[in-house]
């Protein structure tokens, strides 16, 4: 454990596309230094030094995981290399916070968990919208029981761009609807998974994918992800049995509850002929539609501050080893789309 007067020192592995968010965020934080961004790229490590000069670009991992003031690492390259980098970080001996998903396979977590927990080491997974404030809310209304019986959820995770190669639509996009749907439901083991997909623009990189997903409780989710389509959509909604709530993270009203459903009424047979029931009756309910005030904070810092948090007093993340194997687990089932790449770091 860390005291909270000392400075936490990390480095950060990658520095592409999501990494200055992550590096802007950790470097926000005080009490907290990021000494070293490593990337291959002389353009990257260019950005940083420009961007950041408390932090030092440099091109070898090996700068970092002999340097015994780094603390923890920050793990942003391609999937590919994430379970690679994140167990040399942990046999150094460094906590690590892996952007998602944690490894492409559950062999991997699996193996990443036993290292840590050797090395009494905290390993977090960047499901960002666990952090998000509109992603809790819903998850207290489910807890709650003001949904009533979860039925279903299905949610639309699509956009024009940005087309990937090192991994499918459903590794890039999937990840955050399955993290949330597990926090949702409290990480459930799914009874069956199957996905349809189809690759447009590469060989085996599909852009478009449908995942579906059958819980005990005879509850279902589907996720569509896409990079192919016309309009930027980030949609979930969750139908129970007594309401229904659409979370839309692209909407000025994040959360919109719908007092809507049907129930069948209970009808006595009026002669107790029972040889032939009375043809069901229904109720239809359409109440008020609710749009509750959420809070909003940067889910990143939140994020971020998480991770400081657990390695200060020795605990396990909301997002640790645990909830990343059943999104690594669901993915897998559904089929590996994460193309073998070279380290990025």
């Known amino acids: 454990m860390i005291m909270n007067t000392e400075k936490l020192v990390l480095a950060q592995f990658g520095c592409g596309y999501w990494g200055p968010n992550l590096l802007r965020n950790f470097s926000a934080l005080p009490n907290c230094w990021v000494k070293y961004v490593v990337d291959a790229s002389a353009d990257r490590r260019a950005f940083v030094q420009a961007n950041f000069p408390r932090t030092s670009a440099v091109e070898s991992v090996g700068t970092v995981l002999n340097d015994p003031e780094v603390q923890g690492i920050v793990i942003a390259t391609p999937a590919a290399s994430h379970f690679e980098l994140a167990l040399a970080a942990l046999r150094a001996g460094k906590h690590i916070f892996v952007e998602k998903p944690l490894a492409t396979r559950v062999a991997e977590v699996d193996e990443l968990g036993r290292c840590a927990a050797q090395h009494k080491l905290v390993v977090m997974t960047g499901h960002t919208f666990l952090y998000n404030a509109a992603v809790r809310y819903v998850k207290k209304l489910i807890d709650a029981g003001d949904l009533g019986e979860i039925r279903y959820i299905y949610s639309q995770r699509l956009n024009l761009g940005r087309i990937r190669s090192d991994i499918d639509a459903l590794w890039n996009f999937a990840p955050h609807d399955i993290s949330i749907i597990q ?5 459930p083991e799914p009874l069956t998974v199957s996905r349809q997909g189809m690759a447009y623009i590469q060989d085996s990189v599909e852009d478009v994918v449908f995942l579906s997903v059958v819980y005990p409780g005879k509850i279902m989710a589907n996720i569509h992800v896409s990079w192919l389509d016309p309009q930027k959509v980030r949609k979930m909604i969750v139908v129970g049995s007594r309401k229904m709530v659409v979370y839309d993270d692209v909407a000025d009203d994040k959360i919109a509850i719908y007092d809507k459903g049907i129930d069948r009424k209970a009808i006595l047979g009026q002669h107790m002929d029972f040889d032939a029931p009375p043809r069901p009756e229904f109720n239809y309910r359409s109440g008020d539609i609710l749009l509750p005030q959420v809070k909003f904070t940067e889910p990143l810092r939140a994020e971020a501050e ?11 993340p909301l997002t640790g080893v645990d909830h990343a194997r059943t999104v690594v687990s669901i993915l897998e089932r559904a089929g590996n789309g994460v193309l073998a790449q070279p380290l990025a770091a």
């Open 183 to 187: 926090y949702w439901l409290g990480d």
């Open 306 to 316: 998480h991770f400081v948090e657990c390695i200060r007093q020795g605990r396990a």
